[in-house]
């Protein structure tokens, strides 16, 4: 089955500092790369997506890329802001949604 | 409603017991999954509805863990006979079509079983 491996497992930046979060997975049929914000006592929350067939894509302040032949796959922030603090996760679909181990995230201000 | 809803939002229970999670999907939406969420782990897979049928269950990790969604809207997730590995955050998703685009999470139930 799919296997998705995350890093940094902890990340500490300054407010305004950018942030990058790395994922690979191992299914190379995995075509649906979904990011996840969760925050203390909820449930995770879709941030961004992107799906096999482009490269890049961003919403504001986040941006994630792929890179299929290496089969590996980042976020990043910029600007980062104190609400930005929450735990991330990196998931793939192949058969179903696996997860990443996920990244805290703590912006200092 | 406007999100995916759980309850309870805690549940306490002593080894042995049975449990049962509810979760209430938004209205409309075909597909439901069902995921086990680990003190400072990623959520792991347990079950995927379509509508009513059951149509992956291989994440369920023994036949203590019994899912039903019999109207294809709301769904059960029961724990026969719990212990202590059973305790957990259990998360339910909930999506429009078919697959896993555009999952909308609940807040989720902790287990704890003592």
């Known amino acids: 089955g799919e296997n998705v491996e995350q890093h940094p497992s902890t990340l500490s930046v300054q407010e305004g500092d950018s942030a990058v979060i790395k994922c690979t997975y191992s299914?190379?049929?995995?075509?649906?790369f979904p990011w996840y914000k969760q925050e203390l006592g909820k449930g995770p929350q879709l941030i961004i997506d992107i799906r096999s067939n482009v490269g890049e894509k961003k919403d504001q302040r986040i941006a994630v890329t792929l890179n299929k032949t290496a089969k590996h796959f980042s976020l990043h922030i910029t600007e980062t802001q104190p609400e930005d603090s929450a735990v991330y996760f990196c998931a793939a679909l192949g058969n179903m949604l696996t997860f990443g181990g996920g990244t805290r995230l703590m912006v200092k201000p | 409603g406007a999100g995916v809803s759980q309850s309870p939002r805690y549940k306490v229970a002593k080894r042995g017991q049975d449990v049962a999670l509810r979760c209430d999907p938004i209205?409309?939406?075909?597909?439901l999954f069902w995921y086990q969420q680990a003190l400072g782990q990623g959520p792991e897979f347990l079950t995927y509805f379509q509508n009513e049928a059951q149509l992956d269950k291989s994440g369920l990790p023994s036949d203590r863990f019994f899912a039903e969604r019999p109207e294809g809207s709301v769904s059960t997730l029961k724990i026969q006979r719990t212990q202590q590995e059973d305790s957990a955050v259990y998360l339910c998703?909930?999506?429009?079509?078919?697959?896993?685009?555009?999952?909308?999470f609940g807040s989720g139930t902790r287990l704890t079983v003592v």
């Open positions: 209205s409309g939406h075909v597909s």
């Open positions: 299914d190379s049929a995995s075509n649906y």
């Open positions: 998703a909930s999506s429009l079509s078919g697959g896993a685009y555009g999952y909308t």
